[in-house]
Antibody, heavy 121, light 109 residues
Framework: QVHLQGSGPGLVKPSETLSLICTVS??????????WGWFRQVPGKGLEWIAS???????YYNPSLQSRVTISLDTSKNQFSLRLSSVTAADTAVYYC?????????????WGQGTLVTVSS | EVVMTQSPATLFVSPGERATLSCRAS??????LAWYQQKPGQAPRLLVY???TRATGIPARFSGSGSGTEFTLTISSLQSEDFALYYC???????????FGQGTKLEIK
């Protein structure tokens, strides 16, 4: 079973870059069996997909965030990361990392515990 | 973008009774529809994918149905641990542009 643990600063200043890391166990980022993704949830609101990445390095982004987002892999550490630039208060949310099997018939099954990031000066 | 609309926003049901949650897509998503359960302070938990396939370890009282634009999650006999938020989620598009419904809160009547 894949286990994901997100980490990163809980407070980011406006206009700065939010950086989060997801450490994976029970599954290899070098494996063709998985996609890896980031989602977020504004407190009290619904879920929003941010970005996904495959072991090959192929990336997919939500068009509404694409200009500010980068997702990347560090296979040596079995981690993947999220960078979101030029943050504002609207980016305050719980950020989740997650994984899905390669099978196109399924979706994200394993989720990290979530990291609350507050954007404030 | 495929817009997912869930109804009702809040559903009051007594323990032991059946709950029926609805989800509508703004365009066909085939069977690429999942349901998640979320409790306060926790990550979403995948219940159903492929519109009707229960994820590993999910009790048989949870069942999903539908295809195209209309979907339903039914919980046949509510247990105390089932009172939570439920989200539908479409993963039809490729390249992906995943979207979620706004959620249905299942509350004790």
């Amino acid at each position: 079973q894949v286990h994901l643990q997100g980490s990163g600063p809980g407070l980011v200043k406006p206009s700065e870059t939010l950086s989060l890391i997801c450490t994976v166990s029970g599954g290899s980022l070098s494996s063709s069996n998985y996609y890896w993704g980031w989602f977020r949830q504004v407190p009290g609101k619904g879920l929003e997909w941010i970005a996904s990445i495959y072991f090959s390095g192929t990336t997919y982004y939500n068009p509404s965030l694409q200009s500010r987002v980068t997702i990347s892999l560090d296979t040596s550490k079995n981690q993947f990361s999220l960078r979101l630039s030029s943050v504002t208060a609207a980016d305050t949310a719980v950020y989740y990392c997650a994984s899905k099997d390669y099978d196109i018939l399924t979706t994200y099954k394993y989720w990290g515990q979530g990291t609350l990031v507050t954007v404030s000066s | 973008e495929v817009v997912m609309t869930q109804s009702p926003a809040t559903l009051f049901v007594s323990p032991g009774e059946r709950a029926t949650l609805s989800c509508r897509a703004s365009q066909s998503v085939g069977s690429n529809l999942a349901w998640y359960q979320q409790k306060p302070g926790q990550a979403p938990r995948l219940l159903v994918y492929g519109a009707s396939t229960r994820a590993t370890g999910i009790p048989a009282r949870f069942s999903g149905s539908g295809s195209g634009t209309e979907f339903t999650l039914t919980i046949s006999s509510l247990q105390s641990e089932d009172f939570a938020l439920y989200y539908c989620h479409q993963y039809y598009n490729w390249p992906p542009m995943y979207t979620f419904g706004q959620g249905t809160k299942l509350e004790i009547k």
